[in-house]
């Protein structure tokens, strides 16, 4: 799929890929975004892109060196993915997570607006920490998910919040003039005797969810099941039921969202536990687990897929001892 910015045609693709071929890596809302971009930087501008979910707009704006925010580890390769398609050098110091301090500022953020409302704040406070004094947010988001909540959260961090009009069913929401905010990112809850957090951006923040409550009411550890994956972790809940279990288990906790591995590691980092952030199980040996738990992901955003959890099952055959 080619999109011509700047002079340039790029190759661009979903990744993993979809058999939905209908569903392209961009939608109005990163047209307008790009659109909007280009008629204000200039050479020397700095920008960072949040939530690009393919690359899309970092790839279109190599030219800037922008720096992204990057919490999904497919959101990772399906951008190494796109640039390495178009021949275009990186470095990895442009991939930022969105718990990251960063020393440098920025005169733009590019935002492109997550289905949870919790992370795009997550993302607005990151970028309003680094953004210059007279710089500019662009937020996009497509007008069936608008939701009041949306500015809300933006007048927290800027006086001027104002909409474009709509195009192709998507608008942007363009903010200036910083105020002085800071936000705590984490959500505490609680479930059966424990008390968790988990950052802002992670499934279910205001308390375990049903079906995860539902799987740990069924579960039962054998004595023998030691080495035990706890797949898609989230806040690492169902991997904290089961060392209660089984406290001499070694847990592996893995999860394609930066944001949950990070949050895993506040509630069990007491344990005897492996971290990893990936959305596949490359990094585990064949026939080396016991057991495997998980609440799969069905929901990415704003779309249903159940091909990635299918393939996170069939590779979990081959881990099973």
Known sequence: MNHHFLDNTYSINRYPSNSNNKLKPWNAGDELTLDYIVQSVNQTSKIIIANDDFGFLATCLN?????????NKTQEYALKAN????????????LVT????????????LIK?????????????QIHQNLSENGEVICSFM??????????????????????????????????????FMLKPIHNLSYKSFNLQQYYGVFSASNVDYATQFLIDQMVIQPHESEILDLASGNGVLGLMAIQQQPNAHLTLIDDSYLAVASSKLNLNNHNCTYIHDNSLESINENTLDLVISNPPFHFGYEI?????????????????
């Open 63 to 71: 030219d800037y060196t922008p720096i992204s925010v990057i919490n």
């Open 83 to 94: 640039l390495q398609a178009n021949h275009i050098v990186w470095d990895n110091e442009q």
């Open 143 to 180: 007008t069936k998910y608008f939701t009041p909540q949306l500015l809300k959260v933006a007048n927290k961090y800027f006086e001027k919040v104002e909409q474009s009009k709509a195009y192709k069913k998507a608008r942007l929401i363009l903010l200036k003039k910083k105020k002085s």
């Open 305 to 321: 897929n159940i091909s990635v959890p299918l393939g996170m099952f069939s590779q979990v055959a081959k881990c099973l001892k």
């Open 98 to 109: 969105p718990l990251e301090s960063l020393s440098e500022t920025f005169d733009y953020g």
């Open 113 to 125: 607006i997550p289905k949870s409302v919790d992370l795009f704040e997550l993302y607005l406070a």
